[in-house]
T-cell receptor
Framework: SQQGEEDPQALSIQEGENATMNCSYKTSINNLQWYRQNSGRGLVHLILIRSNEREKHSGRLRVTLDTSKKSSSLLITASRAADTASYFCATESTGSGNTGKLIFGQGTTLQVKP | EAQVTQNPRYLITVTGKKLTVTCSQNMNHEYMSWYRQDPGLGLRQIYYSMNVEVTDKGDVPEGYKVSRKEKRNFPLILESPSPNQTSLYFC???????????FGPGTRLLVL
C-alpha cells in the first residue's frame, strides 16, 4: 500500500524561485528519503533523513521531518530549469524489518520555467 | 563508477513469451530488490533479496520470479508475461547496514 501522500501533485514556478513539496505518511518510520525522477527515467537519491532528525541540508535542498505529524517537506531553493522533474518521498517503516522495503508517495511534478 | 545497471532498457514482447530482465550492481551490496512503477499506483516492491540465495516476496510478487546466485546479480523473470505486467521496472540495491537505496535506470516493458 502507498502510505505517502504528496502535496501538491503538480507545481509550476519561475527559475530562481523556491519550491516546497510536502509528504505525509501513516506508520512509524526508520527514515524518509527523497528521490527525483526525470520524465519516466531512473530514480536519483537526493537526501535521507532519519526518524530522530528534524532537519537536513544538502546543497540547495532542505528537508524537514515532523514525526509527530508524520510529515516531511522538501525545499529546493533558487530553482533552475534543470530541477524540472518528479519528486518522490519514500519511507522505510519500522515494521519493515530487514526487508528494506520503501513505500513511495505518488510524487510531485515540478516544472521550473526559464 | 558505483552503479546499478539493468538490461534491457526497453522491451516489447507478446503474452506468454518468457523473458528475463537483468540487474547488476558493482557496490558489493547485500540487499537488492525489484519495484514496478505504474501511473496512479506509484512504486511497489515485487521481490527482494537480503543476500545470496535469500529472496522473499514483496507486495506484488504474482507472475514474477527472481534468483540470487551471485551477490552482484538479481534477475527478474517473467515466466509467462501478461499485459497487466506492462510497466516500468526498477532494480535497487543497498549495503547490508545501510539505508540509502540506489536505483537502476529502469526497464520499460510492454506486453502485447
Amino acid at each position: 500500500s502507498q502510505q505517502g501522500e504528496e502535496d501538491p501533485q503538480a507545481l509550476s514556478i519561475q527559475e530562481g524561485e523556491n519550491a516546497t513539496m510536502n509528504c505525509s505518511y501513516k506508520t512509524s518510520i526508520n527514515n524518509l528519503q527523497w528521490y527525483r525522477q526525470n520524465s519516466g527515467r531512473g530514480l536519483v537519491h537526493l537526501i535521507l533523513i532519519r526518524s530522530n532528525e528534524r532537519e537536513k541540508h544538502s546543497g540547495r535542498l532542505r528537508v524537514t521531518l515532523d514525526t509527530s505529524k508524520k510529515s516531511s517537506s522538501l525545499l529546493i531553493t533558487a530553482s533552475r530549469a534543470a530541477d524540472t522533474a518528479s519528486y518522490f518521498c519514500a519511507t522505510e517503516s519500522t515494521g519493515s524489518g530487514n526487508t528494506g522495503k520503501l513505500i513511495f508517495g505518488q510524487g510531485t511534478t515540478l516544472q521550473v520555467k526559464p | 563508477e558505483a552503479q546499478v545497471t539493468q538490461n534491457p532498457r526497453y522491451l516489447i514482447t507478446v503474452t506468454g513469451k518468457k523473458l528475463t530482465v537483468t540487474c547488476s550492481q558493482n557496490m558489493n551490496h547485500e540487499y537488492m530488490s525489484w519495484y514496478r512503477q505504474d501511473p496512479g499506483l506509484g512504486l511497489r516492491q515485487i521481490y527482494y533479496s537480503m543476500n545470496v540465495e535469500v529472496t522473499d516476496k514483496g507486495d506484488v510478487p504474482e507472475g514474477y520470479k527472481v534468483s540470487r546466485k551471485e551477490k552482484r546479480n538479481f534477475p527478474l523473470i517473467l515466466e509467462s508475461p501478461s499485459p497487466n505486467q506492462t510497466s516500468l521496472y526498477f532494480c535497487a540495491s543497498r549495503a547490508g547496514g545501510g539505508e540509502t537505496q540506489y536505483f537502476g535506470p529502469g526497464t520499460r516493458l510492454l506486453v502485447l
